[in-house]
């Protein structure tokens, strides 16, 4: 079991640092998009000084690396050490590809999207592509700044030097895809489904239950709340359901109770009977 799960780690960590090579090479290179990291800082020296941005991240990653082995303690993995050596050997491989993007906007847009999915593959692997990120936990550990806004500090450090390097144009492009890359990282990470989770806050307990239970067939949960200014006992009950579930759960419960409280969120991840398990699983 153990092995098993080690190979589909590093499975998932070559595969996303061989999408984000893909990105680095067809999409933001091309157009000289910036949108941080050691992958940003690559571009810009390659821009200035023709420098192979494989080397100039091969030159980076390892000794951040080994900085951030010895600081930062030795449970810093293998598994780090894997993406950090990867991505520039995937950036070097695909740099001889017959075709690019060059439209900074499209670049932006796909190329961030692409970036996204593979880091977040190479974190879905417990992995990590390294460079800026290990100067981030660095900054984390010697200062009270969170690790996301001090990895926010270095990127929009790296950001604005490519706002003269570049222009500002191309900055703002490089904020689309850092903006891009975070949220499709969020989606491979949580995988992101259409499920909704329902909150219904109901003095008609009865009445909602037999319809979530009855008419679309899904379990739930109930717990006994009191209204913050009426004082009132009332029933609070939450339960994920399908898309199609929720628009008809909706339009039951505007018809058959419409003085309940009821709240419609997008849910994620979801691990359980009827969702990443088969409906008739048996109960424990």
Do not use: H
Not at 108 to 122: A, H, K, Q, T
């Amino acid at each position: 079991m153990q092995s098993k799960q080690e190979f589909r780690s590093y499975s998932l960590i070559i595969l996303g640092t061989f999408l984000v090579g893909l990105a680095f090479n067809i999409f933001l290179l091309p157009a000289s998009i910036t949108a941080g990291g050691v992958a940003g800082i690559s571009i810009i020296l390659n821009k200035l000084n023709g420098w192979s941005p494989a080397v100039v991240q091969w030159a980076i990653n390892i000794p951040t690396f080994v900085l951030g082995y010895f600081l930062l303690g030795k449970d810093f993995s293998i598994r780090t050490f894997v993406g950090t050596t990867l991505l520039p050997t995937f950036i070097w491989l695909t740099s001889y590809l017959p075709f690019s993007v060059e439209d900074p906007l499209l670049a932006s847009i796909y190329g961030g999207i692409l970036s996204g999915i593979g880091i977040g593959l190479v974190f879905r692997g417990k992995g990590s592509t390294g460079g800026t990120t290990i100067f981030g936990q660095l900054i984390k550990k010697y200062t009270r700044l969170s690790s996301g806004y001090s990895q926010f500090l270095i990127d929009g450090c790296i950001v604005i030097v490519a706002m003269f390097v570049f222009d500002f144009e191309r900055a703002l492009y490089g904020m689309i895809a850092m903006f891009i890359i975070g949220k499709s990282i969020d989606v491979v990470q949580l995988r992101s489904s259409t499920s909704k989770l329902v909150l219904i806050v109901t003095e008609n307990e009865q009445k909602i239950t037999d319809l979530i239970r009855n008419e679309i067939d899904r379990g739930f949960t109930k717990v006994w709340s009191e209204g913050g200014y009426s004082n009132q006992k009332k029933a609070l009950l939450f339960s994920v359901v399908e898309q199609s579930e929720a628009v008809y759960l909706k339009e039951l419960i505007q018809r058959s109770d419409n003085s309940s409280f009821v709240i419609f969120l997008n849910a994620s991840d979801i691990i359980g009977r009827g969702f990443s398990l088969p409906r008739d699983f048996p109960r424990s």
